[in-house]
């Protein structure tokens, strides 16, 4: 009898599997924070993917989840202007929407504000708000 063999090989850990089998693919360190950031509901914080609890049970799915979403906001805090420019410039020509509206709804709807962790220090939350700003000014004077 032939054996079942999932497509991708499952790690020992949520951490693990989050990493190489989603994280991994997403190419920018924005695209990252955006997809953790989806997976946390809105009105509780509470992180929720259907596949990891699946796997893992809940509590260890939602551990890596926040895990995961605070780990890549330091990896977005300690990139340059520059480099946090160019990532950003890769994300928006990877979506379908038009740069210039998405732009334009970051700017008016600031959905950007989801992207942070909920454990995140004041000054770091400061910090990727005020280079955001700078991001999206300089992003949307480049459209013009």
Request: aromatic residues 10%.
């Given at each position: 009898?032939?054996?079942?063999?999932?497509?991708?090989?499952?790690?020992?850990?949520?951490?693990?599997?989050?990493?190489?089998?989603?994280?991994?693919?997403?190419?920018?360190?924005?695209?990252?924070?955006?997809?953790?950031?989806?997976?946390?509901?809105?009105?509780s914080?509470?992180?929720?993917?259907?596949?990891?609890?699946?796997?893992?049970?809940?509590?260890?799915?939602?551990?890596?989840?926040a895990?995961?979403?605070?780990?890549?906001f330091?990896?977005?805090?300690?990139?340059?202007?520059?480099?946090?420019?160019?990532?950003?410039?890769?994300?928006?020509?990877?979506?379908?929407?038009?740069r210039?509206?998405?732009?334009?709804?970051?700017?008016?709807?600031?959905?950007?504000?989801?992207?942070?962790?909920?454990?995140?220090?004041?000054?770091?939350?400061?910090?990727f708000?005020?280079e955001?700003?700078?991001l999206?000014?300089?992003?949307?004077c480049?459209?013009?």
């Open positions: 009898m032939p054996q079942f063999r999932p497509k991708a090989m499952l790690e020992r850990s949520a951490l693990a599997d989050l990493f190489k089998n989603t994280l991994s693919k997403i190419p920018t360190v924005f695209g990252q924070l955006g997809y953790l950031s989806s997976l946390r509901d809105p009105d914080g509470i992180y929720r993917h259907h596949g990891l609890t699946a796997i893992f049970g809940r509590e260890e799915s939602r551990k890596a989840l895990t995961s979403h605070q780990r890549v330091q990896q977005w805090l300690n990139l340059s202007l520059e480099d946090k420019r160019a990532d950003l410039v890769e994300y928006l020509e990877s979506l379908t929407d038009p210039t509206a998405v732009l334009k709804h970051w700017a008016h709807n600031q959905t950007y504000r989801s992207y942070i962790p909920a454990a995140t220090r004041e000054s770091e939350e400061e910090l708000f005020e955001f700003a700078v999206l000014e300089t992003l949307t480049g459209d013009k």
